[in-house]
């Protein structure tokens, strides 16, 4: 994968850099918070080479998987880092997607930084178990500090990512959660003391996750409120001093405790749920987390999970049920690659397989398991059971991280050496019920079997009795036709978004040039989707960037549904007024799944075509 263009490709289909408001990425997925998310054209987004899936979904979340890194770098770099705090989204969010945004941007870049130590931990936690490390010398002393230090100083870390998504002076912001933590502060606490004859509670604020977003967004609103009013001789210290001087004292006699008691509730409600449900509550929830994952929910259960490392020491439900799931997700994998005729859905369903296996799951997920009933179900299936042996032996987790082979080590326990003897009993269990159930289950469909292996003698064969014409293919515009290759736009010169033709038009109306069905219309009007009678699932874009113009000179005479005939007017746009706006306004005719379809050029590259003129020649291959 060139990452560069891929960045570049996905840059263009996103509406460019103006429209991006934040940037960050996950271990799979690029996420993008956008000004204006209607620009975005989502069709070509998810064939961008290198793009497994795009998840619309309060932010917009492109699916790259193991390579993600290397694909947001380079978004990174075309984006330029000022971007990131120079925009606000434009469209209107519901509350519950607002805050959703605003717990995924707080807690998804603090993983990292929790599972290195959390892993590292639970690794001499083992060595130690199998007594291949003393815990009372200085090096294991050491490095089990290391480990710790993410955890103990979290309330920093989420003020800095509480800031960084608030836009408020990050490193004042941090200095005013320090203050929490200083060690001659919580002596004062835990002696007892009193603001203005008002008692504050003894609080260890160590560790602890939400007095510390409390303390963040109570300090953004005095900072924005005292700059209002500073003098901008002495802003540089003032603010700074008097918003800190409120934040502090407030913080300590209410937003801590507030924050504190959340915490402890929530950890609270979940041990009560655990302990009413057992080990259904663990089933189900692997159960249903391929759901949850492909929806992005599975991201607001981390606060719960970091309030529970902070509370009780380890995890009893989210990480214990996700070890079921993962495996799951990689024995379904396998058995598609032992199972399917298919040579790239084998490539695919291999490399998903052994991601999941290590805790990847987005690649399985969307490549394998989410778009194959039979094969889903069989993970659901091998995660229920999976996660009924997990909860039925109370397996706990001790690291915030993807549980899978390699991190398998975060079930080591302190005072249960079964509990990690247990998770590894869960995993051939979880693995083998799902690889099973594909194998019973799931049957190839004749359109899976397409790209099958070349030597086999039914590829493209057609089942006797079974007849299958060719149809025309003709000029969507009035214009000369070019090659797909030669068009100035990478997406679709490289045939990312599929195989087709392009007309330089000379005339502004866009017929259609077979008969069909209007599947959808872009509201800028620039493009049109439409599947064929013959199944041919086709998409016209006119023009280059045109999606800037944001409806303006085009006319859509159809709708969704509409039944059309070969030469109906699809939209009308003022091709005078676009080239002059600056816009390249050639006309691209994409066949999305041409992997189906047979296509015999017919026009001459370079000719002049008439609307009734055919362009080629479209067969169904089975």
Same mark, same amino acid.
């Given at each position: 994968?060139?990452?560069?263009?891929?960045?570049?490709?996905?840059?263009?289909?996103?509406?460019?850099? &103006?429209?991006?408001?934040?940037?960050?990425?996950?271990?799979?997925?690029?996420?993008?918070?956008?000004?204006?998310?209607?620009?975005?054209?989502?069709?070509?987004?998810?064939?961008?080479?290198?793009?497994?899936?795009?998840?619309?979904?309060?932010?917009?979340?492109?699916?790259?998987?193991?390579?993600?890194?290397?694909?947001?770098?380079?978004?990174?770099?075309?984006?330029?880092?000022?971007?990131?705090?120079?925009?606000?989204? /434009?469209?209107?969010?519901?509350?519950?997607?607002?805050?959703?945004?605003?717990?995924?941007?707080?807690?998804?870049?603090?993983? *990292?930084?929790?599972?290195?130590?959390?892993?590292?931990?639970?690794?001499?936690?083992?060595?130690?178990?199998?007594?291949?490390?003393? /815990?009372?010398?200085?090096?294991?002393?050491?490095?089990?500090?290391?480990?710790?230090?993410?955890?103990?100083?979290l309330p920093l870390l989420v003020a800095a990512t509480t800031a960084t998504k608030l836009k408020?002076?990050?490193?004042?912001?941090?200095?005013?959660?320090?203050?929490?933590?200083?060690?001659? $502060?919580?002596?004062?606490?835990?002696?007892?003391?009193?603001?203005?004859?008002?008692?504050?509670?003894?609080?260890?604020?160590?560790?602890?996750?939400?007095?510390?977003?409390?303390?963040?967004?109570?300090?953004?609103?005095?900072?924005?409120?005292?700059?209002?009013?500073?003098?901008?001789?002495?802003?540089?210290?003032?603010? *700074?001093?008097?918003?800190?001087?409120?934040?502090?004292?407030?913080?300590?006699?209410?937003?801590? *405790?507030?924050?504190?008691?959340?915490?402890?509730?929530?950890?609270?409600?979940?041990?009560?749920?655990?302990?009413?449900?057992?080990?259904?509550?663990?089933?189900?929830?692997?159960?249903?987390?391929?759901?949850?994952?492909?929806?992005?929910?599975?991201?607001?259960?981390?606060?719960?999970?970091?309030?529970?490392?902070?509370?009780?020491?380890?995890?009893?439900?989210?990480?214990?049920?996700?070890?079921?799931?993962?495996?799951?997700?990689?024995?379904?994998?396998?058995?598609?690659?032992?199972?399917?005729?298919?040579?790239?859905?084998?490539?695919?369903?291999?490399?998903?397989?052994?991601?999941?296996?290590?805790?990847?799951?987005?690649?399985?997920?969307?490549?394998?398991?989410?778009?194959?009933?039979?094969?889903?179900?069989?993970?659901?299936?091998?995660?229920?059971?999976?996660?009924?042996?997990?909860?039925?032996?109370?397996?706990?987790?001790?690291?915030?991280?993807?549980?899978?082979?390699?991190?398998?080590?975060?079930?080591?326990?302190?005072?249960?050496?079964?509990?990690?003897?247990?998770?590894?009993?869960?995993?051939?269990?979880?693995?083998?019920?799902?690889?099973?159930?594909?194998?019973?289950?799931?049957? #190839?469909?004749?359109?899976?079997? #397409?790209?099958?292996?070349?030597?086999?003698?039914?590829?493209?064969?057609?089942?006797?009795?079974?007849?299958?014409?060719?149809?025309?293919?003709?000029?969507?515009?009035?214009?000369?036709?070019?090659?797909?290759?030669?068009?100035?736009?990478?997406?679709?010169?490289?045939?990312?978004?599929?195989?087709?033709?392009?007309?330089?038009?000379?005339?502004?109306?866009?017929?259609?040039?077979?008969?069909?069905?209007?599947?959808?219309?872009? #509201?800028?009007?620039?493009?049109?989707?439409?599947?064929?009678?013959?199944?041919?699932?086709?998409?016209?874009?006119?023009?280059?960037?045109?999606?800037?113009?944001?409806?303006?000179?085009?006319?859509?005479?159809? /709708?969704?549904?509409? &039944?059309?005939?070969?030469?109906?007017?699809?939209?009308?746009?003022?091709?005078?007024?676009?080239?002059?706006?600056?816009?390249?306004?050639?006309?691209?005719?994409?066949?999305?799944?041409?992997?189906?379809?047979?296509?015999? *050029?017919?026009?001459?590259?370079?000719?002049?075509?008439?609307?009734?003129?055919?362009?080629? $020649?479209?067969?169904?291959?089975?």
């Open positions: 994968m060139n990452y560069k263009i891929t960045a570049d490709n996905i840059l263009q289909c996103v509406g460019g850099k &103006e429209n991006i408001a934040h940037l960050a990425h996950c271990s799979t997925r690029v996420r993008l918070s956008l000004v204006d998310d209607d620009i975005v054209d989502y069709e070509a987004l998810g064939h961008v080479d290198g793009v497994i899936g795009v998840r619309r979904n309060v932010q917009c979340q492109i699916i790259i998987g193991n390579e993600v890194v290397e694909v947001y770098e380079a978004l990174a770099e075309l984006v330029g880092i000022d971007v990131q705090s120079t925009h606000q989204p /434009k469209s209107k969010q519901s509350w519950g997607a607002f805050i959703l945004d605003f717990v995924i941007s707080i807690f998804q870049p603090l993983v *990292p930084a929790i599972a290195g130590g959390g892993v590292l931990k639970s690794i001499l936690m083992l060595l130690a178990v199998l007594g291949l490390a003393d /815990k009372n010398s200085n090096t294991f002393q050491v490095l089990d500090l290391v480990g710790t230090a993410p955890l103990y100083f408020v002076n990050m490193l004042v912001a941090i200095s005013t959660v320090s203050a929490l933590l200083l060690p001659n $502060m919580s002596q004062l606490l835990s002696s007892g003391i009193t603001l203005g004859h008002l008692p504050v509670q003894p609080i260890a604020y160590a560790s602890q996750v939400f007095p510390a977003i409390l303390c963040v967004l109570f300090y953004a609103l005095i900072e924005k409120r005292i700059t209002q009013y500073s003098p901008k001789a002495i802003r540089i210290f003032f603010v *700074p001093m008097v918003s800190m001087a409120i934040t502090v004292p407030v913080t300590l006699l209410l937003l801590g *405790p507030i924050g504190y008691y959340a915490g402890e509730l929530m950890a609270t409600v979940i041990l009560f749920l655990f302990a009413k449900l057992g080990f259904v509550a663990t089933a189900l929830l692997a159960a249903i987390l391929p759901f949850m994952i492909a929806a992005g929910m599975h991201k607001a259960l981390i606060p719960y999970a970091v309030a529970s490392f902070t509370q009780i020491g380890k995890e009893l439900l989210y990480l214990p049920a996700s070890l079921a799931h993962n495996i799951s997700q990689s024995g379904a994998s396998f058995a598609v690659a032992l199972k399917t005729q298919d040579s790239a859905l084998r490539s695919t369903a291999i490399s998903a397989g052994i991601s999941a296996f290590f805790g990847i799951t987005e690649p399985a997920i969307y490549g394998v398991t989410l778009i194959r009933k039979q094969v889903l179900y069989s993970v659901m299936l091998g995660g229920a059971v999976g996660g009924a042996f997990i909860g039925f032996t109370a397996i706990e987790a001790f690291a915030l991280v993807g549980p899978g082979i390699a991190s398998i080590t975060m079930f080591t326990s302190p005072d249960n050496a079964m509990n990690l003897v247990y998770a590894l009993i869960a995993i051939p269990i979880s693995f083998f019920t799902a690889f099973a159930g594909v194998l019973i289950m799931w049957r #190839e469909s004749s359109g899976e079997a #397409e790209n099958q292996d070349p030597n086999s003698k039914s590829t493209h064969a057609t089942p006797a009795g079974t007849e299958h014409h060719a149809y025309s293919f003709c000029a969507p515009v009035i214009g000369k036709v070019i090659p797909l290759e030669d068009v100035k736009d990478e997406v679709f010169a490289s045939k990312m978004v599929g195989d087709g033709i392009a007309v330089i038009p000379t005339e502004g109306v866009l017929y259609a040039p077979i008969d069909g069905e209007i599947s959808s219309v872009y #509201e800028t009007g620039h493009a049109i989707n439409m599947m064929s009678a013959n199944g041919a699932e086709l998409l016209f874009h006119i023009g280059i960037n045109t999606v800037e113009l944001e409806g303006k000179f085009f006319s859509v005479k159809v /709708k969704p549904g509409d &039944e059309v005939n070969a030469g109906d007017e699809l939209i009308r746009f003022d091709l005078e007024a676009i080239v002059k706006a600056g816009y390249d306004p050639t006309v691209m005719a994409i066949v999305a799944n041409y992997e189906h379809f047979q296509i015999e *050029p017919v026009a001459v590259q370079k000719q002049a075509v008439d609307k009734n003129q055919t362009l080629f $020649m479209i067969e169904e291959l089975v």
